[in-house]
Structures are given as structure tokens and as C-alpha cells.
């Protein structure tokens, strides 16, 4: 039967690295994001050489765009048996304070990251399938014990503890719906986001990611780094 994984923010960067891989292992991806035209250039270009390859545009910041897309699921029967929660942003150059940024741009980094990402889990776990996976991409820089980009774009590092911390709280619940979700850095990867300096590839950046939602882990509540466990 083939297998079903949904990867948020997959239009570009790590997403997209990771549908790729996971599609070349012979998964079915739905590929979401929130710039449609990205989007649909991102599926045109996997699609060459995978056909199944399905397309969701959604705001994982916008309760009404998140429920249209499951509804749009929904009525495809489509199940899933991974969700990749991949999407977030990161304001470099504004973000870059505590005492002084403005307080909306310091809600508008979590509610994006943190509050879309438990609202995306809220609404798309009616469509799991048991036994099913959930993936959050996490960073270093929301590490409590990492020196991991210390000092660098507090909004957005609060946003990744946060997601650490929804990780965690979560595992306890979805054990009894056989559904394991883990937190992952990526490391620092040249993407849009991290830049044309950073050290990995994507490929590499997206390496434990593909790891977690295909091989034999059946741990549940860990933050991962290099298909190891990391410290939270
Ligand atoms: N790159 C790094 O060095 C690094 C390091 C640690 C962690 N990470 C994490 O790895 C993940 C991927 O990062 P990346 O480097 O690939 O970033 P990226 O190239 O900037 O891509 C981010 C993706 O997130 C999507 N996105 C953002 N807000 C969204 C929203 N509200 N709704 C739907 N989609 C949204 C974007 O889609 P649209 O363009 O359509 O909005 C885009 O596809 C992120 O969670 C990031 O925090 C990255």
C-alpha cells in the first residue's frame, strides 16, 4: 500500500529536499506551502519524474486555510501516515531583540512556528493513520542546554523551544493513538533561511528528518540531531 507523508513549507529549502527524498523511496507526498506559485512550481518539478505527487497550498497560521486543506483531503479519501511539520519563518536583521523589537513581531514568529505548528497536528490528526508519525523540525537554537546559536534571533529560538516543548507534551497524548512524534535539528543548513554561509547541504539538512519518518524508530517525545538523541 502506498504510503502517505504531508510536508508543510515544502516549497523550497529543507521541505522540499525531504519530499524529494521521501518520494524517491517511493512515498506519496503531499507537498504544502503558503506561496501558491511556489507551490505549484515545486510540484511541477517533482512531478516530472514522480506523477503522484499532490499539491496543498495552506497557511498554517490561518485556522480557516488549515481546515479547507484537510477538508480538501478529506474528500480525496487521502489518509496519512507521516506528517512533517517543517514550516516556519525566521525574521533575520528584525528579530534581534528582546528588550527592544516590537511585541507584535515577537507574537507573529511564535503564533506562525509554534501556535501553527500545534494547530496544524490538531487539525490534521483526524486524518492519521495508527500507526503514524509525527516529525516537528525544531532547531538547536531552541535547545535550553545548547550554546547553539545563543544570542541569535531570540524570537524565533523561543519559537523552536516552544515546538520542543509542544513535541513533548504531545507524546504523552498521541501514545495511546500509536502515533510517535519527535523534534529535529536539521543543523545549519544553506537554504533561503539559513544562508549561502551555512555549513550543511540540504541533503544533509534533511538526512535525520527522512530517517524519522522511514526507518525503524519507534521512539516517541526525543529531539534529535544527526539520528541521535539531543539534549532539549
Ligand atoms: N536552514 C537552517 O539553517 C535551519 C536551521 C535550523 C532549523 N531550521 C528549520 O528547518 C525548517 C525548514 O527551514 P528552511 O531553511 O528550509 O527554510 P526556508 O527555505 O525559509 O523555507 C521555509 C518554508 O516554510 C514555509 N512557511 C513559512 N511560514 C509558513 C506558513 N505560515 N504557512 C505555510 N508555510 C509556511 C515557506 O513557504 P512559503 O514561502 O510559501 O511561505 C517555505 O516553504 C524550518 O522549520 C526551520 O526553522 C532551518
Redesign the pocket.
Known sequence: MNRTILI?????????ETAKQLAQMGYQIVL????KQ??DDAVQLLSKEYPDIIGLQ?????EKSLNAAAATLMQQNIKLDVLIN?????LRGIDTSLLSNEISMIEQVID??SI?TLAVIRTFFPLMNKPGRIIN?????GSLTDTIGSGFAPA?CIS?TLINGITKQFSFELEKHQITINSV??????????GPG?D?S?EK?AETIVWLASAEVNETGKFWRDKEVNNW
Open positions: 508543510t513549507g515544502a516549497n523550497r529549502g529543507i521541505g522540499f504544502s506551502a503558503r506561496n511556489k507551490l495552506m497557511d498554517i497560521s490561518d517543517n514550516a516556519a519563518i525566521l506562525n512556528n501553527g523540525v525544531s532547531s538547536g537554537g524565533y523552536k535539528c536539521p543543523g545549519w543548513v544553506r537554504t533561503d533561511m539559513g551555512a550543511r540540504v539538512g
